[in-house]
């Protein structure tokens, strides 16, 4: 192993007469490294197995400087030249910092965290869990413990007994009798085997009244989202202040959506294969959509592991079908870096950052409910990573900030309904600090023109939002 370079900082050259023993002194310091550096291999493991002490004494500047004391030549005091060393400390470099780890399914955490745990599939899985991890501390015998041959007065005991409450049975509750099945029976007891061949289960995943009920204790107040919403008993937050600038955005005419041209027959086409099961609802996003499918801005199908929790860290990473975001060459490096946990949803290099316009197909056999949960979490995590850059790009001006405006949205269709979504980030320190608001719903299989008014609206707010995000990030730039 080669010793590690000696790095020599001389001062200026003065014109004076010591300048020559200076240059000579840069010279010789750089001839004792080129020896050093021909040691043997056992000289160097051992140099290296002994480190020098932390102050060297310039031996070669005694012919240099003359006869010098000592104290002189330890502190160095006669030298011109300084040897830099890197000092011997035993504490570590500082870790890295380690990714985000987002949950497979909801731990236990998230629902110690709920008062009032709904009855929904993942709580009677979590309540399974629960039950199995418990032990008990007794052990059941056996044996019968009653032996047939009784004395005879057992009976009269045993009624007096039984008089006064019967023995404790608390250790017997909740007693699992466990019932030995043959490998060849194990079909019988799979729930997968009950649904019949060739029918598919759409699984809607984690986002129930659970995940709702959450994200509602963590801040996230819809308003007007469902009939009898997830807020109870709790004055609702208003709506967004361009929510007036929204309507009128979604309600203007599109000319690649006038005449027989709309699209309208292969959309009504493509859902009925979709609600007969021989097609994915993934095939109807190309058709609300209308884009090139090389679009750069456009990702979907990744998991956002790389943005920070939401919450308390207890939900799964987002995973929306489609997005509509910013190339990752926009931002200025230094600028994207920090903010990196806040716009920057994966680690994949191609995948565009800064999602603020999400789009979800779902088939029939998915809940709505389920559908719009998912689009809530989606775009809290959208509308929060626009906030903190508007905060950044911004600096103190406070005004351009907290504008209470929507600049996140996100549109759901299942069973021939389009659901449009905005969503809008107040202060944090308020009890609801995101706020989503419906903007409107559209029967596109009711008519043509409800199908081109509903796809019409949800395209004006796509290409709004993307204004608004170009807007940003060459503001944010200019800050650099």
């Known amino acids: ?76 005091s006669h030298c011109t030249m300084v040897i830099c060393k890197r000092p011997y400390s035993a504490s570590r470099p500082p870790a890295k910092k380690q990714k985000l780890a987002h949950p497979q399914t909801m731990p236990e955490s998230f629902w110690n965290c709920l008062a009032n745990p709904p009855l929904t599939r993942g709580a009677l899985e979590e309540q399974t869990r629960r039950l199995g991890a418990v032990k008990p501390d007794f052990h ?4 019968f413990l009653l032996s047939p041959e009784l004395p005879e007065d057992s009976c009269g005991k045993l009624r007096k007994f039984s008089m006064h409450g019967g023995p404790d049975m608390r250790d017997v509750i909740g007693y699992c009798c466990y019932i030995d099945v043959d490998e060849d029976e194990d079909d019988l007891y799979d729930p997968a085997s009950s649904t019949a061949p060739g029918v598919h289960v759409d699984e809607d995943g984690p986002f129930d009244d659970a995940f709702a009920q959450h994200l509602v204790n963590h801040g996230v107040f819809p308003k007007d989202v469902f009939p009898h919403g997830f807020v109870s008993g709790s004055k609702s937050p208003p709506p967004p202040k ?22 309208y027959d292969e959309f009504i086409k493509t859902d009925d294969l979709v609600n007969d099961g021989k097609e994915t609802p993934d095939a109807l996003l190309s058709l609300l959509e209308n884009l090139d499918e090389q679009c750069p801005t456009v990702g979907g199908g990744v998991p956002f592991t790389n943005l920070d929790h939401l919450t308390d860290g207890s939900l799964v990473a987002a995973e929306p079908t489609t997005y509509h975001g910013v190339l990752r060459n926009c931002f200025n490096r230094r600028f994207l870096a920090k903010q990196h946990q806040q716009i920057v949803p994966s680690l994949d290099h191609l995948a565009p950052v800064l999602p603020t316009v999400f789009l979800e197909a779902k088939s029939p056999n998915s809940c709505e409910k389920a559908a719009v949960c998912q689009s809530l979490y989606v775009m809290a995590l959208g509308a929060r990573g626009f906030r903190n850059l508007q905060r950044a790009a911004s600096g103190s001006d406070s005004a351009v900030v907290d504008d209470d405006r929507a600049y996140t949205f996100a549109a759901v269709y299942r069973c021939g309904w389009l ?6 980030v107040r202060d944090q320190t308020k009890k609801g600090w995101c706020v989503p608001v419906l903007l409107g719903e559209w029967d596109l299989r009711a008519s043509r023109q409800s199908f081109c008014d509903g796809v019409a609206a949800y395209r004006n707010v796509r290409d709004w939002a993307a204004a608004k995000r170009v807007e940003l990030v060459q503001r944010a730039n200019k800050c650099c």
């Open 140 to 143: 059941h015998s056996d044996e």
């Open 1 to 76: 192993m080669p010793c590690p370079p000696l790095v020599v900082h001389s001062p200026p050259i003065v014109c004076h007469v010591g300048t020559s023993v200076c240059v000579w002194s840069v010279c010789m310091a750089t001839y004792m490294y080129m020896q050093t550096a021909s040691l043997s291999p056992a000289r160097t493991s051992l140099a290296h197995s002994n480190p020098p002490p932390q102050h060297t004494h310039h031996t070669h500047c005694i012919d240099t400087h003359g006869d010098v004391s000592a104290s002189a030549i330890a502190d160095h």
């Open 419 to 424: 659901l449009l979504f905005a969503c809008y």
């Open 242 to 263: 361009n929510v007036s600038e929204l309507h009128k955005v979604s309600r203007r005419r599109r000319a690649s959506l006038a005449g027989s041209d709309s699209g």
